[in-house]
């Protein structure tokens, strides 16, 4: 084993122990869920599956357990609807209908860490006038 790769296995572990302390350390006032998704979210950082950096990773990890601890998570589903039609108001007529309904369901969708989250895809054939 080089020396580098010693360097870096001993980062690794020091960082982990930190974010776990962090965890632990919040104690009965943060709730077992968020302890859980904390440990959930680090064991997929650290087997290489979240499709980013191992940095990136626990940082975001970290971010979420902080926010949790401060109760400001809020993972409520309807909100996520609600900011897509929203985002749909920048449009005008049938351009707004389109993706409304892409939102609500509509058309092809693809999913996948290559697609960047969800890529929503309608057809709209228009007769020629």
Known sequence: M???FCNRCALVVVATLLHLSDALAA???????????????MAICNSGQSNQ?????RRDAGSALAEAKRGQLNDVP??????????CESHTGDDRQACE?????????????KAGGLLRKSI??????
């Open 2 to 4: 080089s020396m580098r």
């Open 27 to 41: 104690g009965p006032g943060l709730s077992s869920q968020a302890q859980a998704n904390y440990a959930h979210d």
């Open 53 to 57: 950096s191992l940095e990136s990773c």
């Open 78 to 87: 309807d909100q996520y609807q609600k900011n897509a039609l929203r985002r």
């Open 101 to 113: 309904a892409r939102v609500l369901g509509q058309g092809d969708i693809t999913s996948g860490a």
């Open 124 to 129: 709209t054939v228009t007769p020629v006038q």
